[in-house]
């Protein structure tokens, strides 16, 4: 009897309109777009604006484009995972917002939160919903609205990240194809260096955290770029071995988009080049949870059927991980 897999097949993504380029950041904090780009690769990033607008409006226009691109009935949905850092309120689920706003009647939905890791965590818990034949249709989102908890006084943070996010359909298969394998790893001795200090039970909301700039996000970056740098690329490295895999067997390398630099060194450890890397961090910057499946979006049209694709990430937390997967359909 063959293993049933869940595959990928179909993909969107969603960005708001509103474009924040460096140009602009000069006018805001100590900066420069030579300074930005030379660190980062990042040359402009998408800002949500507007009341009430929160991420599951990032993620429920992608999730509409999901289900029309893939002539899906939205009651038809099992089950939705949204990944996010940045969830519309404390509860409900950002996940249960989306599924209100897209008529996913019958389905039900939580939220992670595994930073930057967001999507490929919840890629593989969505995979093993199907895996084990419990569901038939899941989709997983990864998306945040990053500037909600920027600081655009500090120039060290402001300057990275943007909004946007993605989402992914995954059904069952019998193929070799979908979801392959994953690695995923977590250090709580990380959270000093990457964290938002208030807002939940330790430091709940009040004047006084609020006067102190304690809702922002907060990253020392030299800590986290050396944390990076070394466990995405090792956990990269880690899958392939662990499958059998050589960088010529590897047709894309899917990012988290952090850093070019740290991207970079991913590439390098899995020996291979450039031209197999996904990378849109100059139109996007980061977007937390939404890099990935971002990335397959404006990839999706060079991808094929049976393709093998590393995906990577690493996040606040610290967590960070890999998923070895082959995609499930060629162009249309």
């Not at 939205?74 to 689920?93: G, K, N, Q, R, S």
């Not at 050396?226 to 662990?242: D, G, L």
């Not at 949870?289 to 937390?317: H, M, Q, R, V």
Request: glycine letters at 10%; one cysteine or more.
């Amino acid at each position: 009897m063959k293993k049933t897999r869940a595959v990928i097949t179909g993909v969107q993504g969603w960005v708001p309109d509103y474009v924040l380029t460096n140009k602009e950041l000069e006018t805001m904090v100590e900066t420069s777009d030579e300074w930005i780009t030379t660190r980062t690769g990042i040359k402009e990033r998408r800002i949500l604006k507007g009341e009430n607008q929160g991420t599951s409006v990032i993620g429920a226009n992608a999730v509409k484009g999901l289900l029309e691109k893939t002539n899906t009935n939205p009651e038809d949905i099992d089950l939705i995972i949204c990944a996010t850092v940045t969830p519309d309120m404390p509860f409900p689920a950002t996940a249960n917002i989306v599924a209100d706003m897209v008529g996913a009647k019958n389905s039900y939905g939580y939220d992670i939160s595994a930073a930057c890791s967001g999507f490929v965590y919840a890629l593989t818990m969505g995979s093993q919903f199907i895996e084990t034949g419990m569901h038939k249709k899941v989709i997983v989102i990864g998306a945040d609205k990053m500037s909600s908890i920027v600081n655009y006084e500090d120039r060290t943070t402001c300057i990275i990240f943007g909004d946007g996010g993605g989402a992914v359909l995954l059904e069952p298969t019998t193929e070799e194809l979908g979801v392959m394998d994953s690695i995923h790893h977590a250090d709580g001795s990380g959270a000093p260096y990457l964290h938002m200090k208030a807002g939940g039970s330790r430091i709940p909301a009040s004047i006084e955290s609020v006067n102190a700039k304690q809702h922002f996000a907060y990253q020392e970056g030299s800590t986290v770029f050396k944390f990076a740098v070394t466990n995405m690329a090792e956990v990269s490295a880690q899958i392939m071995a662990k499958n059998n895999l050589s960088g010529e067997d590897i047709q894309w390398l899917v990012p988290h988009q952090a850093n070019k630099r740290i991207i970079d060194a991913t590439a390098n450890r899995m020996g291979i080049g450039p031209e197999k890397v996904m990378m849109n961090i100059e139109n996007y910057g980061n977007t937390t949870a939404g890099t990935i499946p971002l990335c397959l979006w404006d990839y999706e049209s060079k991808l094929k059927k049976g393709d093998n694709l590393i995906l990577a990430a690493f996040g606040g937390g610290f967590t960070w991980g890999a998923v070895y997967l082959k995609w499930g359909y060629d162009p249309k």
